[in-house]
């Protein structure tokens, strides 16, 4: 095992390289950012539907309103999403442009969104077709962010523009500077569907659909579900965040398909496309990655040693709302290889179970998109529609995942139970006292879990700031990066340090960098150092890295954490 252990972390530089892939992470991002508007559109298709489930029908006009409200939000996030994800890839490209070369990013948004809407839109008597301007179109969304970014690339770097004499104001001169790329990129896209359109007959954007549907159709299978949450779940046993490498790759057919999967309810039928965004989030990720809802809970009712006792308490709470960094990296199981089949396996049981009662017993696929957050059981009972099925799923889920790591942690346990029982003799030997424990090394001898505790006054200590330090914590969701901004808060409160803190996700924070003086990027997107390096000197801010187990400390100790901060900006 151990071997195989090895084998992976030789890998990790190219899952860290695969993992900062301009456009993957462009996908990435630019649903991360259009994701409020998927979430608010999710809101009022609840409302409108579950009073259905209890067999009370809303009056008509309120119906048609929600409806309404839904069909404007999530019928258009496509476009939206071509504007977002050519924003997100105009600011990769421009990291690796020539000095004095810059791409703007608001003009390849409109590009992308006149290019999207030429590859998508049919028109019909009295207006037009929006069949492909929702999730149906993310295909097309893609396409155009992506020739967008590229032509406005290639006129940058070849100076195809107009030049305005120096006498003419900055921001008229950018106008008259992008109207060439603006018009290439448009024109090669009008290009591309006339293309297709003469010759399938159908727009660009169903003629895509079509011709990847063989793909989808073979990823909606049992192998390739497995495959995809197995993915995840290898990626980030390595230290890598999985999502952010495998998600980019489906996320256009994941949430195309819960459109489908209502639709196919609203007709009176069943919603049965099983690749879905709440597969993911409430099943094959329940608890995080891994699948690990199960595994706070054990540690904390079961374990015998002191180490994972301390870690279930501390993350029984964010595991149960999706964030397990403080239980991968605290116990850890990254890298460990008592978890390394469990850490696997379980998601793809998960995701087959969820697959048989969609496919042989009838139950209802997610039709409903609900944050990811959502603690995952509740998340699949209201994603699914409420159905009795769901609930025994949940259910069974639950004893499953249980079954398949209670043998591993007990194993684990009784490794460290053997390392706690040795280091009590040691200390007994040389009389050290019980206030002075050491911290439990872990199995894999990569990290260490301590609750760090100091008496030490940083009132005392702490230099004298000669003004206040506004710091910016960066992960992959916003989830595990509040942890940190939180303890700095409180201990900056506590102290009486001018120490304020926010938290972010990687992706969403580019206009919020000039606001800080120090960006901490929590360990999950620690292989964007390079990337976000290149912005923070820029603009003269601080950045700095954490490891698993030093950022699960910092957010244990708000002492600690403040201390961290004043030590990187001497």
Request: aromatic share 10%; with cysteine.
């Amino acid at each position: 095992m151990n071997g195989i252990i090895k084998q992976i972390e030789k890998g990790k530089p190219f899952f860290e390289k695969i993992s900062r892939n301009i456009y993957l992470g462009s996908i990435r991002d630019g649903f991360l950012a259009a994701m409020p508007v998927i979430l608010f559109a999710s809101i009022f298709i609840l409302i409108a539907a579950v009073p259905e489930v209890f067999g009370y029908k809303l009056p008509e006009n309120v119906s048609t309103w929600l409806w309404k409200v839904y069909n404007y939000s999530m019928g258009v996030v496509g476009l939206l999403v071509s504007a977002t994800t050519a924003r997100s890839l105009s600011e990769s490209v421009n990291r690796r442009m020539p000095k004095n070369k810059y791409i703007n990013s608001t003009s390849t948004m409109l590009a992308a969104i006149v290019g999207f809407i030429v590859l998508s839109v049919t028109q019909i008597d009295g207006g037009f077709s929006t069949e492909y301007l929702g999730t149906k179109g993310l295909l097309a969304a893609f396409v155009s962010a992506f020739i967008t970014v590229n032509v406005y690339k290639f006129c940058v770097l070849k100076n195809i523009t107009i030049k305005m004499p120096k006498e003419v104001p900055g921001t008229i001169s950018q106008t008259f500077k992008d109207v060439f790329p603006f018009a290439f990129s448009v024109l090669a896209m009008v290009i591309m569907d006339l293309i297709v359109r003469n010759t399938l007959g159908v727009p660009f954007a169903e003629a895509l659909a079509t011709l990847l549907s063989p793909l989808f159709t073979a990823a909606d299978g049992y192998l390739g579900i497995c495959i995809i949450w197995g993915m995840m779940a290898l990626f980030w046993f390595a230290g890598v965040h999985g999502p952010s490498i495998v998600e980019p790759a489906i996320a256009a057919i994941i949430y195309a398909n819960v459109a489908t999967n209502l639709q196919l309810h609203d007709a009176g039928e069943q919603a049965s496309n099983v690749l879905t965004v709440g597969l993911g989030n409430f099943v094959g990720t329940m608890g995080g990655t891994g699948a690990t809802l199960v595994v706070p809970f054990i540690f904390l009712l079961l374990a015998r040693s002191k180490q994972l006792k301390a870690v279930g308490k501390a993350s029984v709470v964010p595991v149960c709302f999706a964030v397990n960094e403080p239980l991968l990296f605290a116990a850890p199981m990254i890298l460990n290889p008592y978890f390394f089949i469990p850490f696997l396996i379980t998601p793809m049981i998960n995701v087959c179970l969820f697959k048989f009662f969609v496919d042989v017993i009838g139950m209802n696929s997610f039709i409903y998109v609900l944050p990811w957050a959502t603690p995952a059981p509740i998340g699949l009972i209201l994603g699914t529609g409420m159905g009795l099925w769901a609930l025994v799923l949940a259910v069974l889920l639950i004893v499953v995942d249980f079954l398949i790591y209670l043998p591993f942690c007990k194993a684990y346990d009784n490794e460290l139970v053997a390392k706690e029982a040795k280091n009590a003799e040691l200390e007994a030997a040389v009389g050290v006292s019980e206030a002075a424990q050491p911290a439990m090394a872990s199995a894999t001898g990569t990290d260490t879990f301590a609750i760090m505790n100091s008496n030490t006054s940083l009132e005392e200590s702490a230099p004298t700031l000669e003004k206040s330090i506004n710091v910016l914590v960066l992960c992959a969701g916003a989830g595990t990066s509040a942890m940190l901004a939180n303890a700095l808060t409180e201990g900056a409160k506590q102290y009486n340090v001018p120490i304020t803190a926010s938290a972010g996700a990687y992706g969403s924070h580019y206009e919020m960098l000039k606001d800080f003086d120090m960006v901490i990027l929590a360990p999950q997107v620690g292989s964007y150092y390079d990337d976000i390096k290149e912005d923070t000197d820029r603009l003269n801010i601080k950045l700095a890295a954490t490891k698993g187990a030093e950022y699960i400390n910092l957010t244990r100790n708000s002492q600690k954490a403040i201390e961290y901060v004043l030590e990187q900006v001497k």
